[in-house]
């Protein structure tokens, strides 16, 4: 019954107080080189503002080209037969986690994602009038774009008609592999598309990793009478759907095509060097609302790859390879064949620190049998979440992306948890009811991310320094010039930077005040401090990066502004569409320094 009291007093006490011994407050520890840039002000202003001595430049936005033959961007938004052909060889909606594949010096390819499309930004009619061709369209303008780009004069551009060039999109032939297999593709061989691509992985070997997010978000019913089974509850799936496809595609009605929804919810991989391979999506990491999935070879060539579900209250896994990496071996198995594990975190509520542990989700241990409705490790796989419940997985505040600074050979990860309004039971690792700022969390093994137990703590805590109290001031490391909302996006570079990308609310109002639009920072892990690097345009999230080989050149993505009809005209005064921006320094040093 004290609890509240509990939270808003020794809480905050002991907060200040745990900071303080880990020299947040002591600016000796400052590391100069690692955020050498001038710090951007929070801005409502509808561009991307970057440091003093930094350059931003537009690489390419939804509906560019990526072969000679395709139009451009069509401002009358006539959707046709030739609209829907168009979009299937043009730069799709929405990109969000992207990876950065070196050709030679100088070229690359970059694999995007395109996670999803703004009906109201997309349409004359905003939405309110679809029909079959318009859902064609949308189905083209997802999934992943993958492209060639090169660096001339110091200025990246698109390679057109390059050999590397593809879109992927709701309607691609993929495969399906590992555990569940079976009981995804059913009598069939493959299934078709991936959708709701929100981050990403790469491996070392040279594929891309794309995550299946909101994939309820395009499935529905036309049997208003559906009865929904736990499991497809658990998922989030409703009789109406947010797009709508249930209408003119029979195969995204739940009524008629319910086991179509285990085909989606996966980490897919693709070899962005072959146009021609069949993605594959890889049901041994589980089956969710994936975010990104980092991936880590430990020194014995086991792969690890931790994953964030984004939603409230879910979970964090980790998967872990039984097969070894080593360079030149067959790699085909490595995602196909290990242990997946959800991760609890546990400690006492206003620590802000505590220890955890990782609990096999295995078929026939920690009760995941026949009496919790588990047959195999395939109802485990599909139906990870509710196997994380039952085994002890710890409620999360919306796990985005997880990042580990894998240059160093660190033991220690960071996972950005969003917000959660819907938080009404803390814990020791989300210790507010009704979450709407945000934290980032630490956690580290001992000696290998294959340990079974870790410590973690609270690396930051968002807040309102200026406008609120207890708690929802946020932590030490969190100050007026700073203060953010919503962290998502989450990498590190190769010299230790800790990119924090923001995806939250932009009203710049109440307990949103003085935080503007969305925005990029950069935080010193081993100091907590955190500055403002770049401001994006209005009712824009940031999401994606990725660096060139040297370091020298960052992309990131502006997604969606101007979402529902907010008045952004980025980036060239039009239509709203989302892009990928090249930021560079103006005197050629690496990002950051
Ligand atoms: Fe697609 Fe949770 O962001
Ligand atoms: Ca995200
Ligand atoms: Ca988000």
């Given at each position: 019954?004290?609890?509240?009291?509990?939270?808003?007093?020794?809480?905050?006490?002991?907060?200040?107080?745990?900071?303080?011994?880990?020299?947040?407050?002591?600016?000796?520890?400052?590391?100069?080189?690692?955020?050498?840039?001038?710090?951007?002000?929070?801005?409502?202003?509808?561009?991307?503002?970057?440091?003093?001595?930094?350059?931003?430049?537009?690489?390419?936005?939804?509906?560019?080209?990526?072969?000679?033959?395709?139009?451009n961007y069509d401002e009358k938004k006539n959707i046709d037969k030739k609209a829907?052909?168009?979009?299937?060889?043009?730069?799709?909606?929405?990109?969000?986690?992207?990876?950065?594949?070196?050709?030679?010096?100088?070229?690359?390819?970059?694999?995007?994602?395109?996670?999803?499309?703004?009906?109201?930004?997309?349409?004359?009619?905003?939405?309110?009038?679809?029909?079959?061709?318009?859902?064609?369209?949308?189905?083209?303008?997802?999934?992943?774009?993958?492209?060639?780009?090169?660096?001339?004069?110091?200025?990246?551009?698109?390679?057109?008609?390059?050999?590397?060039?593809?879109?992927?999109?709701?309607?691609?032939?993929m495969s399906v592999s590992g555990p569940a297999k079976q009981q995804v593709l059913q009598n069939e061989k493959f299934v078709y598309g991936t959708l709701?691509?929100?981050?990403?992985?790469?491996?070392?070997?040279?594929?891309?990793?794309?995550?299946?997010?909101?994939?309820?978000?395009?499935?529905?019913?036309?049997?208003?009478k559906?009865?929904?089974?736990?499991?497809?509850?658990?998922?989030?799936?409703?009789?109406?759907?947010?797009?709508?496809?249930?209408?003119?595609?029979?195969?995204?009605?739940?009524?008629?095509?319910?086991?179509?929804?285990?085909?989606?919810?996966?980490?897919?991989?693709i070899d962005p060097f072959d146009p021609n391979s069949i993605p594959v999506k890889r049901t041994a990491l589980g089956r969710f609302k994936h975010e990104n999935a980092e991936l880590i070879v430990e020194n014995d060539g086991t792969v690890v790859v931790y994953m964030g579900d984004d939603e409230a209250n879910e979970f964090i896994y980790k998967f872990v390879s039984k097969h070894k990496y080593q360079k030149g071996s067959d790699t085909s198995k490595i995602l196909d064949e290990g242990i997946l594990y959800v991760a609890q975190f546990n400690g006492k509520i206003g620590d802000f620190m505590g220890n955890g542990k990782w609990i096999e989700l295995e078929y026939g241990k920690n009760n995941l049998d026949e009496k919790n409705g588990f047959n195999s490790q395939a109802d485990v796989l599909i139906n990870a979440?509710?196997?994380?419940?039952?085994?002890?997985?710890?409620?999360?505040?919306?796990?985005?992306?997880?990042?580990?600074?894998?240059?160093?050979?660190?033991?220690?990860?960071?996972?950005?948890?969003?917000?959660?309004?819907?938080?009404?039971?803390p814990n020791p690792a989300n210790p507010r009811t009704k979450n709407v700022y945000g934290q980032i969390i630490k956690w580290k093994h001992k000696s290998s991310h294959k340990d079974n137990e870790f410590t973690w703590e609270i690396f930051a805590l968002a807040g309102n320094p200026d406008n609120q109290t207890s708690l929802n001031k946020g932590s030490n490391n969190i100050t007026s010039k700073n203060k953010f909302n919503s962290p998502d996006g989450l990498s590190f570079d190769r010299d230790g930077r800790l990119w924090i990308q923001t995806d939250g609310n932009y009203s710049n109002k109440e307990e949103f005040e003085g935080m503007g639009n969305n925005c990029m920072l950069a935080a010193n892990p081993k100091t907590g401090e955190i500055k403002r690097f770049l401001t994006g345009p209005i009712a824009c999230e940031i999401t994606g990066i990725a660096f060139s080989q040297d370091y020298k050149t960052m992309f990131i993505g502006i997604q969606h502004p101007g979402e529902k009809l907010k008045g952004s005209t980025f980036p060239y005064g039009k239509t709203p569409r989302s892009s990928i921006v090249a930021i560079s320094k103006i005197d050629g040093g690496v990002i950051g320094s």
């Open positions: 019954m004290k609890r509240r009291t509990f939270l808003k007093g020794s809480a905050l006490g002991s907060m200040v107080a745990f900071f303080a011994s880990s020299n947040l407050n002591a600016s000796l520890l400052k590391d100069k080189d690692l955020l050498n840039f001038k710090e951007v002000l929070a801005s409502t202003e509808d561009k991307v503002i970057v440091p003093d001595g930094y350059k931003a430049e537009i690489l390419i936005s939804w509906g560019d080209p990526l072969f000679k033959k395709a139009s829907i052909e168009n979009a299937k060889l043009v730069f799709g909606d929405n990109n969000d986690g992207m990876s950065f594949f070196p050709l030679m010096e100088n070229k690359a390819i970059l694999a995007i994602n395109n996670e999803y499309i703004n009906p109201e930004i997309m349409f004359n009619h905003q939405g309110k009038d679809l029909t079959l061709d318009d859902v064609l369209y949308e189905q083209a303008s997802l999934g992943v774009s993958i492209l060639e780009i090169q660096k001339e004069k110091d200025q990246w551009s698109v390679v057109l008609d390059s050999k590397y060039n593809r879109r992927i999109d709701a309607n691609t032939k709701n691509n929100c981050a990403n992985g790469k491996t070392p070997w040279g594929t891309y990793l794309t995550c299946e997010e909101n994939i309820n978000d395009f499935f529905g019913s036309l049997d208003e559906i009865e929904f089974s736990k499991e497809q509850l658990r998922f989030g799936f409703k009789t109406q759907s947010q797009y709508g496809w249930e209408k003119f595609d029979e195969r995204f009605d739940l009524s008629k095509n319910p086991q179509e929804t285990n085909k989606f919810g996966w980490v897919v991989e979440r509710i196997a994380g419940s039952i085994v002890g997985a710890t409620p999360m505040d919306r796990c985005e992306w997880i990042a580990s600074h894998k240059e160093s050979g660190s033991v220690e990860v960071f996972a950005t948890l969003t917000n959660n309004k819907n938080n009404t039971n």
